[in-house]
């Protein structure tokens, strides 16, 4: 899996989801938004455009990690995490299973909270 970075402020799920489903940022936003941007990427916008772009999502809602990482997972991943910023800003990343890493679209490295996941076949 390459790592894709995102191009606006806001744009993590669209880099995500082009990461998870091997296409461009290009065309990842143009399933996302097909009318152009309208607001900010949730967890249903995400899981539908990943299953337009060919990846099958293995459940309906993001799944909380609790007790389990990353590691304990045996797929990719879109992964929900609350960035240590100062104001918690929420932010998407993507779980590589095959690289065991995290990829993370934003421009810098910065500390972050796993909050939950959304497994993906």
């Given at each position: 899996?390459?790592?894709?970075?995102?191009r606006e402020e806001?744009?993590?799920?669209?880099?995500?989801?082009?990461?998870?489903?091997?296409t461009?940022?290009?065309?990842?936003?143009?399933?996302?938004?097909?009318?152009?941007?309208s607001?900010?990427?949730?967890?249903?916008?995400?899981?539908?455009?990943?299953?337009?772009?060919?990846?099958?999502?293995?459940?309906?809602?993001?799944?909380?990690?609790?007790?389990?990482?990353?590691?304990?997972?045996?797929?990719?991943?879109?992964?929900?995490?609350?960035?240590?910023?100062?104001?918690?800003?929420?932010?998407?990343?993507?779980?590589?299973?095959?690289?065991?890493?995290l990829?993370?679209?934003?421009?810098?490295?910065?500390?972050?909270?796993?909050?939950?996941?959304?497994?993906?076949?």
């Amino acid at each position: 899996m390459k790592t894709v970075k995102q191009r606006e402020e806001n744009d993590c799920g669209v880099a995500c989801v082009a990461m998870l489903a091997g296409t461009s940022y290009e065309e990842a936003r143009t399933v996302i938004y097909p009318k152009g941007r309208s607001k900010l990427t949730k967890t249903k916008d995400l899981r539908e455009a990943l299953i337009k772009l060919g990846r099958k999502p293995l459940s309906d809602r993001r799944q909380p990690f609790g007790s389990k990482t990353p590691r304990d997972l045996n797929t990719d991943a879109l992964v929900f995490v609350e960035m240590d910023n100062g104001d918690d800003s929420k932010h998407w990343v993507v779980w590589d299973a095959k690289a065991k890493k995290l990829r993370d679209p934003y421009h810098t490295k910065h500390p972050h909270r796993l909050r939950g996941y959304l497994a993906v076949a």
